[in-house]
């Protein structure tokens, strides 16, 4: 089929994510067929080969057509595709999650499935929420969550969401939780300095607690990073003192790990950065290299063990589940996934790749319009700024995002910035001369749209 006949008949029978669709009319914004991947590029149709700097939609951490992972698909086909998960079990998933418990070596103990990082929101809610009617807390059945966090789109997901343009107009149809600040560094929220923060926005959390910890299940984070929100940073610390206030207020803490988790931030888990264990801990993306959907929930024996009892009614049962849990195909890649991460010494093998990306962000520094690099592990982003004074933000009408996209492409990178905010979120296999490269390339297109000298 021809590339025409192909992208008329995308545009007449698929209905896209996030898309106006409208917008397609205008060729520019027309979707790239690609046709092959390798390592850390993508290859379209017409042969053009682009750094997938976004590690397509922060999933693929080993590259694209990886031959380990390959393979054990090929294998595990051959051997069981797909099996009910209800009164039946098998090896991959038995493995992995015996793994996982052991590579995080703390009270994290339970594996629960399902097959994208909003169930595996979905699941961490109604968990915690059942936790307190199980522990006589029916009463405790709202959820602090953060300005600016995204955890997902179904619609426990979207009521702890916190970005207006993708959440507010489901409003009606979500239930309520209670907003706190979002610790966005750069532009804080109790006006202290990036230098001077003492974490004083986590008093925002504290005082709703102190009013109404009584009506509280549980708070749900963003470890380290608010991801779609723009790839807000914030310091480890903030989690450690969070742990603090979720014990005093006897609240559930609940760790959406879905796009920092599987070393994203240079460790396994980046609750690991803050030297607290959370009760409940999300996890996708990563968790397959990129190659399967699946997501897990995972958490305590505390947790598990006031479901755990005689259950003449029903009612102890965590009633959730779905088609695909626990898929098999999926758990023989996340298998696969752990022992190669091992094998890797992963966290040594990031290093000096984080580091090089630290050394290459200098370059944005000095740009008029840069007002904020920031970098945590393996993700590194540019806030863009009208006015480095102000901070005064560009507006969407204004499309920087979308023009320096484009100059992406030209020049050979998949780079999708996210409202004001180039960011890089590549494969880990990344060498250090590409990540010049794509530096390079971010650094180019940023020029290109907003010339530094006029
Ligand atoms: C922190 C976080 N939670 C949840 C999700 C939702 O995951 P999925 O797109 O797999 O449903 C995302 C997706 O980007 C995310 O970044």
């Not at 779905?322 to 010494?345: D, F, G």
Request: proline fraction near 4%; aromatic fraction near 10%.
């Amino acid at each position: 089929m021809d590339k025409k006949q192909l992208i008329d008949d995308d545009l007449k029978y698929i209905w896209r994510p996030f898309t106006q669709m409208k917008s397609l009319e205008d060729a520019s914004n027309r979707p790239i067929i690609i046709k092959r991947g390798k390592g850390i590029y993508l290859e379209d149709i017409d042969g053009n080969k682009y750094i997938d700097a976004v590690s397509s939609w922060w999933v693929n951490t080993l590259g694209h057509s990886n031959p380990r992972i390959n393979k054990v698909i090929y294998k595990q086909a051959k051997k069981i595709e797909h099996v009910i998960f209800a009164g039946f079990t098998h090896e991959p998933v038995i493995k992995f999650s015996k793994k996982l418990v052991e590579m995080m070596n703390n009270n994290l103990k339970h594996v629960f499935f399902s097959d994208n990082g909003s169930t595996a929101v979905e699941v961490a809610l109604k968990m915690a929420y059942q936790y307190q009617v199980l522990k006589g807390h029916s009463e405790k059945r709202k959820f602090i969550a953060l300005k600016n966090s995204y955890h997902g789109d179904t619609l426990g997901a979207v009521s702890v969401g916190g970005i207006d343009m993708y959440h507010k107009v489901y409003k009606p149809l979500l239930f309520e939780i209670i907003q706190a600040e979002s610790p966005y560094c750069y532009r804080c929220p109790v006006g202290c300095a990036k230098e001077t923060c003492n974490i004083d926005c986590l008093s925002s959390v504290e005082n709703i607690l102190k009013e109404h910890s009584k009506n509280i299940a549980g708070i749900i984070i963003e470890p380290l990073v608010q991801a779609a929100g723009g790839m807000i940073m914030y310091k480890a610390e903030y989690i450690t003192k969070l742990r603090k206030l979720c014990d005093k207020y006897n609240i559930l803490l609940i760790d959406d790990e879905v796009a920092m988790g599987f070393y994203r931030t240079g460790k396994l888990f980046a609750y690991e950065h803050a030297g607290v264990v959370p009760d409940i801990v999300c996890a996708a993306k990563g968790i397959t290299a990129g190659y399967m959907p699946l997501s897990v929930t995972i958490t305590t024996d505390e947790i598990f063990n006031a479901f755990y009892d005689e259950d003449k009614d029903g009612y102890k049962t965590f009633y959730h589940g779905h088609s695909y849990t626990a898929y098999p195909l999926a758990l023989a890649v996340a298998l696969e996934n752990l022992k190669i991460l091992q094998e890797m010494n992963i966290e040594e093998y990031l290093k000096p790749k984080i580091n090089k990306f630290s050394e290459q962000l200098e370059k944005f520094k000095k740009h008029k319009n840069v007002g904020d690099v920031r970098q945590t592990g393996m993700i590194c982003a540019v806030e863009l700024v009208k006015d480095k004074n102000t901070k005064e933000p560009f507006s969407y009408e204004d499309g920087i995002g979308k023009k320096i996209y484009l100059e992406g492409l030209k020049l050979g990178a998949i780079l999708r910035p996210m409202w004001n905010c180039i960011y890089f979120i590549t494969p880990y296999i990344i060498t250090e001369n590409e990540i010049e490269k794509l530096t390079g390339i971010a650094f180019q297109a940023l020029n290109k749209v907003l010339p530094d000298k006029e």
